[in-house]
């Protein structure tokens, strides 16, 4: 059974400041994405990384997969106050039909 | 262009009441799925479809029923609505085979169970 986990599960920050999340899967998968949920919003697609060792940047926000590993990081550079939300990690299962399992989410707050 | 629409937005209900959640997408995607998120779990899938008139369970079916009998909208329901199935609904929806597409989210359904 996939599972997947999310570190931190809270993060404060303050702004200018870098940190890192990580995401961690317990089997082989084909695909990770990260999404973004602002409070009482839908999710945004942020990124999809599909290979070992993709790499993927938007603004201040980088995200890498190693699939060796099975982990993942979203790495925030800078950090501003506009990129308070929850950030959440999924993965495929195996099987073709796109289903998604979801970590529990980061939720951070970037303070002035 | 709507995206995924789901409809309604908030409802109340009441224990062994039951109600259909309608979700429909405008992109022509084959998949489509329906979650769950609650406080700290992130989101569970119900149920999905892989294409018109298929459906099959996820991670947490138990309460809930889906048809999808137009390639377009995903119908999910609570035949007796319980406590536990207080949550926020969201819908989604993905092309078949394209590995660098995501799912698509709806804006969700917040649904309370009295």
């Known amino acids: 059974e996939l599972k997947v986990e999310q570190n931190p599960l809270f993060l404060s920050m303050q702004e200018g400041k870098n940190y890192t999340i990580y995401c961690n899967y317990s089997?082989?998968?084909?695909?990770l994405y990260w999404y973004r949920q602002d409070p009482g919003k839908s999710l945004e697609s942020l990124f999809v990384?599909?290979?070992?060792?993709a790499v993927k940047q938007e603004g201040r926000l980088m995200a890498s997969l190693d699939t060796k590993a099975r982990l993942s990081t979203l790495h925030i550079t800078a950090a501003v106050h506009d990129l308070s939300a929850t950030y959440f990690c999924?993965?495929?299962?195996?099987?073709?039909?796109?289903?998604?399992?979801f970590g529990k989410g980061t939720k951070l707050t970037v303070n002035p | 262009n709507a995206g995924v629409t789901q409809t309604p937005k908030f409802r109340v209900l009441k224990t062994g009441q039951s109600m259909t959640l309608l979700c429909a997408q405008d992109?022509?995607?084959?998949?489509m799925y329906w979650y769950r998120q609650d406080p700290g779990m992130g989101l569970r899938l119900i149920h999905y479809?892989?294409?018109?008139?298929?459906?099959a369970k996820g991670e947490v079916p138990d309460g809930y029923n889906v048809s999808r009998l137009k390639k377009q909208n995903f119908l999910l329901g609570l035949e007796s609505a319980a406590p536990s199935q207080t949550s926020v609904y969201f819908c989604?929806?993905?092309?078949?085979?394209?590995?660098?597409?995501?799912?698509?989210f709806g804006d969700g359904t917040r649904l309370s169970i009295l």
């Open positions: 479809s892989v294409g018109e008139g298929t459906t």
């Open positions: 989604a929806s993905s092309y078949a085979g394209y590995r660098n597409q995501p799912q698509h």
């Open positions: 990384l599909l290979s070992n060792g």
């Open positions: 992109m022509n995607h084959e998949y």
């Open positions: 089997t082989t998968s084909d695909r």
């Open positions: 999924a993965v495929t299962t195996q099987g073709g039909s796109e289903k998604l399992v």
